[in-house]
């Protein structure tokens, strides 16, 4: 029973990488936490800069990093607990362009997105590129978090949620707030999934999916299961590339 | 107390949230908390707690920070070895919220005495009972928590619910709340108990949802299962003495 890492487990995660989408709410604690175990190699990618509004939740920055990228800010976070951590900064939009080529160089792609069209394009460029995904969500008091990796037998998103929901039906944090300590659980949580997928040791949550609730400290788990009729990795795929997802998502960005 | 423009800002996506609002801020402004202890899951609760707006943190231990902490506990920074821990773990708290007031205690006697002054306590270290006893005297609200390895528990004692000396002791053992405190800890495990003491804390000071009293919250991060065992009042307790 809670057992830390052992030497093997420390040298596998020495040699290993992680490529972060968003270093807000989700991504401050799976920064710290990936850097304190070690991970060697830990991509950012967020083109946006710090806001005194992200700060009641993102622990990654300061009140005086207010205006600065957030890669950038991260970065000075990471080399203050672990110099050692390569960083490599990616203060870019995830585009269909840049997706494939960026996530190829990485073992394991982290999603800590705030939008839809992001997270249909990590999902896709995840399977195209065979990377599993750790995938968390937060609204209001409330989090999901899972893993997705196909290439073992788990579902992917799609499968999960083969269409998004309708443009403005799902309010953005901006419009429906946010509890400031729910995204520490989840990402915590996202970023512990992470070390085990990087290890290979201990049961992630491939295949199944926790729901968390704040207010009532309550943790519900659901199996979830691959779709053979998934567009992408189903029986048949329709989707061979990656598409326009602002288009897919109705072109609104939360 | 009221709000300045800025803090209307940087607290905006609380305030929004119809469970906090305007008056759950100014609450969370007027609290005082206490956290024993600025290990892996202390470290990760204060984080959480300095940005949710707490008004006044006292950060309690009177460890030195070394450089095996780093691995466990991210409050901390490297060029911060050989200080005081909770002195260490103030920089960062004061950097996320400058508004704060974020006080230090770093001598082994100093915790108990200062506990009346407080809201909440949030224990992650140090004598468990005392400060239990003391929570107890003084009707304070305290979240027990603590991580070791992968594994880690957490519960909330409110006076008239079960308090830590109620739990039998294998239970608390297994739990985790061990006499000795916290040992290693993987620092994602810590995070997820560190931010539910926070959440806890932040829910006893709003006054909203369920909190932890009354059942024994733990997480097992090889496995990701979460489990929750009914804690109840122990006739004959030492500490809060039902008969």
Aim: one cysteine or more.
């Amino acid at each position: 029973m809670g057992e830390p890492f052992l030497p093997a487990e420390k040298a596998k995660l020495a040699q290993s990488s992680v490529l972060l989408i968003g270093c807000g709410g989700l991504g401050s604690p799976i920064a710290y936490q990936l850097a304190a175990a070690g991970v060697g190699r830990i991509g950012l990618c967020d083109m946006d800069t710090v806001d005194l509004s992200n700060l009641q939740r993102q622990v990654l920055h300061f009140t005086t990093d207010i205006g600065r990228l957030k890669v950038e800010s991260g970065a000075a976070k990471i080399a203050g607990l672990r110099p050692e951590v390569a960083v490599e900064l990616h203060p870019v939009a995830l585009t269909r362009e840049n997706a494939l080529e960026l996530f190829a160089r990485y073992d394991l792609v982290i999603d800590g997105s705030d939008n839809f069209a992001t997270r249909y394009l990590v999902n896709d460029a995840c399977v195209l590129t065979g990377r599993p995904q750790v995938h968390g969500s937060i609204f209001r008091f409330d989090g999901q978090i899972t893993v997705f990796h196909p290439g073992s037998g788990g579902p992917c998103y799609r499968c999960l949620y083969p269409t998004p929901p309708p443009p403005g039906s799902v309010p953005s944090c901006a419009m429906a707030g946010v509890i400031g300590v729910l995204p520490g659980f989840v990402g915590s949580l996202m970023a512990m999934e992470g070390l085990k997928l990087l290890t290979g040791r201990g049961n992630t949550l491939n295949g199944r999916l926790l729901i968390y609730n704040a207010l009532e400290m309550d943790v519900a788990e659901v199996q979830i299961k691959r779709s053979p009729a998934c567009p992408i990795c189903g029986e048949s795929p329709t989707i061979h590339e990656l598409i326009d997802y602002e288009l897919f998502c109705g072109g609104v960005g939360e | 107390m009221s709000l300045t423009e800025q803090e209307i800002l940087r607290y905006s996506r609380h305030i929004i949230l119809p469970e906090v609002g305007g008056r759950g801020q100014k609450r969370l402004k007027a609290a005082s908390v206490l956290v024993a202890g600025l290990g892996p899951t202390g470290s990760a609760a204060a984080l959480y707690l300095a940005a949710a707006g707490i008004g006044r943190i006292t950060l309690w231990d009177p460890g030195i920070l070394t450089p095996a902490d780093l691995e466990g506990a991210v409050a901390h920074d490297r060029s911060r070895v050989g200080l005081p821990r909770a002195r260490s773990a103030r920089e960062p708290l004061a950097a996320i919220n400058p508004e704060a007031e974020i006080l230090v205690l770093d001598r082994e006697s100093d915790v108990a005495a200062a506990i009346p002054e407080y809201q909440v306590v949030v224990a992650t270290a140090g004598d468990w009972r005392d400060l239990q006893r003391e929570a107890l005297r003084h009707g304070v609200d305290a979240v027990f928590a603590a991580t070791h390895g992968s594994m880690g528990s957490a519960f909330v004692y409110k006076p008239g619910h079960p308090c830590l000396a109620c739990i039998p002791a294998e239970k608390a053992l297994a739990a985790g709340l061990r006499p000795e405190g916290e040992g290693y800890a993987i620092a994602a495990a810590a995070g997820v108990i560190g931010v539910v003491a926070a959440t806890e804390a932040v829910k006893l000071i709003l006054g909203i949802g369920s909190p932890l009293t009354d059942r024994l919250f733990s997480y097992e991060g090889w496995d990701a299962r979460f489990r929750e065992s009914p804690l109840s009042r122990r006739h004959g307790c030492e500490l809060c003495g039902v008969e």
